[in-house]
C-alpha cells in the first residue's frame, strides 16, 4: 500500500511539472502579451520600439498595473514578487 501510495504521489508530481523549454515559452507568450499591451504607450512616450528602455518602460508599465507575471530575475521566485516557478530556476512566472 505504502509503495503504491509513493507511486501515485511521484506521477502526480511529475505530472505538475514542466521542463524548461515549457516554462521559457510561456514567458516568452507573456512578455508578447504584454508588449502588445503596453508597447504602444511606450512609444508614445517616446521610447523606440524593440529598445531596451521600451522593454523596460513596457515592464515597469506592467509591473504598475500589477499585471505581470514576467519575473527578470534569474532567480524566479525573488524577481517576481514571489509568485515565480522557484528560487533557481531562472524562469520565474506568475498567475
Same mark, same amino acid.
Request: charged content about 15%; aromatic content about 4%; hydrophobic content about 35%.
Given at each position: 500500500? #505504502?509503495?503504491?501510495? =509513493? %507511486?501515485?504521489?511521484?506521477? =502526480?508530481?511529475?505530472?505538475? @511539472?514542466? %521542463?524548461?523549454?515549457? #516554462? ?8 508578447? /502579451? =504584454?508588449?502588445?499591451?503596453? *508597447?504602444?504607450? @511606450? ?11 521600451? #522593454?523596460?518602460? +513596457?515592464?515597469?508599465?506592467?509591473? /504598475?498595473?500589477? /499585471?505581470? $507575471? +514576467?519575473? %527578470?530575475?534569474?532567480?524566479? $521566485?525573488? &524577481?517576481? &514578487?514571489?509568485? *515565480?516557478? &522557484?528560487? $533557481?530556476?531562472?524562469? $520565474?512566472?506568475? /498567475?
Amino acid at each position: 500500500m #505504502r509503495k503504491l501510495m =509513493l %507511486t501515485a504521489a511521484s506521477a =502526480l508530481c511529475l505530472l505538475g @511539472c514542466a %521542463t524548461p523549454q515549457e #516554462r521559457a515559452m510561456q514567458q516568452q507568450a507573456e512578455m508578447e /502579451r =504584454l508588449m502588445a499591451e503596453f *508597447g504602444p504607450a @511606450c512609444s508614445q512616450l517616446g521610447y523606440a520600439m524593440n529598445s531596451d528602455p521600451w #522593454r523596460d518602460c +513596457v515592464l515597469q508599465s506592467a509591473q /504598475r498595473s500589477g /499585471r505581470s $507575471g +514576467v519575473s %527578470t530575475s534569474i532567480f524566479g $521566485g525573488i &524577481g517576481s &514578487g514571489g509568485r *515565480g516557478s &522557484g528560487i $533557481g530556476i531562472g524562469i $520565474g512566472i506568475g /498567475r
